[in-house]
């Protein structure tokens, strides 16, 4: 029986994750399986895997084929320098004592190089946060800058009233009090003009 090593789909929409199967190479792609060696997550930042290394280097030696994506994430695994070490020692190129160290040291590098990405992708994730922080405060000051003027403006437009308003009353006043001026001097002018005819009546009897 053929053998491959696939991708099952799992997860929500717009959200999916796989688990990472042996199946025969003639069964549906998320139909029955034989083997589960782990779970594949490329929603995280650098991709999350869990994966069982000796059951898949075991499935690999025997002769299992990956789908491209697999192989892919096999490799990143160490799964293919594992069997590449083991390879070397049936070639008498290296003792088979040697290949842990070989293995672990290149594992070590392959370590360091992930905690590289991901701290990348920290300063990336922080660096963004910063940049739509402060748009956001631009964006709000501006905000805040048109509703001052605003404001300014309707303050300035309520004072010119106000002082156009005081000005009219001003100019009303002075008015109304020119107009009781005149009133009390006719009063007076026309009081004057009576008093003589008032005295000169008795001399006329």
Same mark, same amino acid.
Request: aromatic share 6%; no cysteine.
């Given at each position: 029986?053929?053998?491959?090593?696939?991708?099952?789909?799992?997860?929500?929409?717009?959200?999916?994750?796989?688990?990472?199967?042996?199946?025969?190479?003639?069964?549906?792609?998320?139909?029955?399986?034989?083997?589960?060696?782990? %779970?594949?997550?490329?929603?995280?930042?650098?991709?999350?895997?869990?994966?069982?290394?000796?059951?898949? *280097?075991?499935? =690999?030696?025997?002769?299992?084929?990956? %789908?491209?994506?697999?192989?892919?994430?096999?490799?990143?695994?160490?799964?293919?320098? @594992?069997?590449?070490?083991?390879?070397?020692?049936?070639?008498?190129?290296?003792?088979?004592?040697?290949?842990?160290?070989?293995?672990?040291?290149?594992?070590?590098?392959?370590?360091?190089? *992930?905690?590289? =990405?991901?701290?990348? /992708?920290?300063?990336?994730?922080?660096?963004?946060? @910063?940049?739509?922080?402060?748009?956001?405060?631009?964006?709000?000051?501006? @905000?805040?800058?048109?509703?001052?003027?605003?404001?300014?403006?309707?303050?300035?437009?309520?004072? /010119?009233?106000?002082?156009? +308003?005081?000005?009219?009353?001003?100019?009303?006043?002075?008015?109304?009090?020119?107009?009781? !001026? +005149?009133?009390?001097?006719?009063?007076?002018?026309?009081?004057? /003009?009576?008093?003589? #005819?008032?005295?000169? #009546?008795?001399?006329? !009897?």
């Amino acid at each position: 029986m053929a053998t491959k090593i696939r991708l099952q789909r799992n997860g929500r929409k717009n959200y999916a994750f796989y688990a990472i199967v042996i199946a025969d190479s003639r069964a549906p792609r998320d139909g029955k399986f034989i083997e589960k060696l782990g %779970t594949y997550n490329p929603n995280t930042n650098p991709a999350t895997v869990d994966l069982n290394f000796d059951k898949a *280097l075991d499935w =690999v030696l025997k002769g299992a084929q990956p %789908t491209d994506t697999v192989r892919t994430i096999l490799s990143r695994e160490g799964i293919y320098m @594992k069997k590449h070490l083991l390879g070397g020692v049936k070639k008498g190129a290296f003792a088979e004592t040697e290949v842990e160290t070989k293995f672990n040291a290149w594992k070590q590098q392959k370590l360091g190089k *992930l905690n590289d =990405v991901k701290q990348k /992708a920290e300063e990336s994730k922080k660096a963004e946060e @910063k940049r739509l922080f402060e748009a956001e405060q631009k964006v709000n000051e501006a @905000k805040a800058k048109v509703l001052a003027d605003k404001k300014a403006a309707e303050n300035a437009e309520k004072a /010119a009233k106000e002082a156009e +308003a005081a000005k009219v009353a001003e100019e009303a006043a002075k008015a109304e009090e020119k107009a009781a !001026e +005149a009133i009390k001097a006719d009063q007076a002018a026309a009081a004057a /003009a009576e008093a003589p #005819a008032v005295e000169e #009546a008795p001399k006329a !009897e």
